[in-house]
């Protein structure tokens, strides 16, 4: 086989830094825009950061409406509740999303969806959906992040929830990618700790993920149009994600313990937007294959400090669960990688007698610190669970292709039961 030779690296153009989001209105004037639909959830709205945002749009002689019946986690029925309202109210010049991942990967919907014909399952990734590419361009969408997690401002992904096949997908193309990434760390201060902590636990998993995915170059060679944002690891990508884990270890713990310390909020976001920058081109792996049919497949949990009117296993949350036992499996591809990142991440930590135990060991610690559940069990899986997951987890292949070791049914079980608890 002929390897590969040459990886790509994309971003949107990226605003950082407290007072950022009362720019916005001054930003839109560069696209040339007169009508803009702000999108963003209801726990969000009710913190008055999107009605702010969209009086400073005003302010620059734009009309802006707010529209704040995002779901938290969209899911196919959301997204086109959405799709709906804006084709209805629509045509739209532009669009804003405040508020997390959610509210971020409606706005990239409603966006597919206003400016492209079909319906949202045409878009969504094979084998749930359809795979199709958009046609034609996109509108301008700012990306204005209130939680440290998804990354999702950078990133050409939105993620579904596809509710009759109960399980989690994504929609990825480079169009998807918000044309301006406004990151105000300001906006974080309200962010509840139970969010900052499944959040900062995405953020971990994507620059773990992408810092131990299958190198670039170890594929075979592609043609220019079967390019795929995500080749796995690379120079450029593995900078972002050291930079990412090494914010992390300082700001962390702070951070959902202390949710008013700005220094902390600021690092998260830092460590948000590297983050993205980083798996947004190398891609994720096990723990987020994991995660689709762990959040899809909930019944009864419902975590502190998100709606409490469903049940719900929030995505960083369900990431981070099965991390421990896919990093033990995984290391043996490159040990070398795992024991720096370890190191990124805990500096100083001590070594135990067998290196596998090691990365582990220091997700483990500060998964307890941040107050996530005890593994699986604690979120309302057993045993019996586990065929089921691993059926959801197998269907997240172009997630596992990016993984550095094939990865089996009987290995995704095998990751699944060692991680019902986790100490
Ligand atoms: N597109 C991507 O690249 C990508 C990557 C990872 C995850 N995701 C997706 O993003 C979603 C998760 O996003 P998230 O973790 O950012 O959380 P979220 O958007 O789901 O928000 C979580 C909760 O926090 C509240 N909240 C958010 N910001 C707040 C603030 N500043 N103050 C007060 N409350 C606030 C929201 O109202 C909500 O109740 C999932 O659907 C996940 O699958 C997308
Ligand atoms: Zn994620």
């Known amino acids: 086989m002929a390897h590969e030779t040459v990886f790509t690296y994309g971003a949107p153009a990226l605003k950082f830094g407290p007072g950022a989001a009362d720019e916005i209105g001054y930003d839109l004037t560069q696209y040339d825009v007169r009508r803009v639909l702000v999108v963003t959830d209801p726990g969000v709205a009710a913190t008055g950061h ?5 009086e400073r749009i005003r302010s620059y002689g734009i009309e802006a ?4 019946l995002a779901h938290v986690e969209p899911t196919d029925e959301s997204l086109r509740l959405a799709i709906d309202h804006a084709r209805d109210t629509g045509p739209w010049d532009a669009f804003v999303a405040v508020g997390g991942g959610s509210a971020i990967d409606t706005a990239k919907a409603v966006n597919l969806l206003t400016t492209n014909p079909g319906d949202l399952l045409d878009y969504v990734n094979v084998p749930v959906g359809g795979g199709a590419s958009p046609a034609h361009p996109l509108k301008p969408l700012v990306a204005v992040p209130t939680t440290t997690g998804t990354g999702s401002e950078s990133t050409t992904i939105c993620v579904l929830d596809v509710l009759e096949q109960k399980v989690k997908s994504g929609i990825s193309h480079a169009r998807l990618r918000p044309t301006l990434a406004v990151v105000d760390p300001r906006l974080t201060l309200t962010q509840p700790a139970g969010v900052t902590a499944a959040a900062g636990m995405d953020i971990l998993c994507h620059a773990l993920e992408s810092y131990t995915a299958r190198p670039y170059d170890s594929y075979e060679a592609k043609k220019p149009e079967e390019r795929v944002p995500y080749c796995g690891s690379n120079p450029i990508a593995d900078m972002w994600s050291e930079r990412s ?4 270890a300082g700001s962390f713990r702070r951070a959902v313990r202390h949710g008013d310390d700005e220094d902390a909020r600021g690092e998260m976001a830092l460590a948000a937007t590297f983050a993205g920058l980083g798996f947004g081109n190398a891609g994720v792996h096990i723990p987020h294959a994991n995660a689709y049919p762990v959040a899809g497949r909930v019944r009864d949990f419902h975590p502190a400090d998100y709606p409490p009117e469903e049940p719900m296993v929030p995505h960083g949350m369900a990431v981070a669960l099965t991390a421990p036992e896919a990093f033990r499996f995984t290391f043996d591809a ?4 795992h024991v720096h990142a370890a190191d990124l991440l805990a500096p100083g930590a001590l070594r135990p007698d067998d290196l596998r135990d090691l990365l582990p060991t220091v997700l483990r610690d500060l998964m307890r610190d941040v107050g996530m559940p005890n593994g699986l069990a604690a979120v309302g899986y057993d ?3 586990v065929e089921d997951l691993v059926e959801g987890t197998m269907k997240q292949q172009r997630l596992l292709a990016t993984a550095p070791r094939a990865v089996s049914a009987e290995d ?3 990751i699944l039961r060692a991680s019902m608890s986790l100490w």
Do not use: N, T, W, Y
Request: a negative charge.
């Open 245 to 248: 884990m090494s914010l992390l």
């Open 412 to 414: 995704a079980a095998a």
């Open 50 to 54: 999107p009605q702010r945002v969209a």
């Open 383 to 385: 045993e019996g669970d």
């Open 65 to 68: 409406v707010v529209f704040d």
């Open 334 to 337: 490159a040990p070398e990688r």
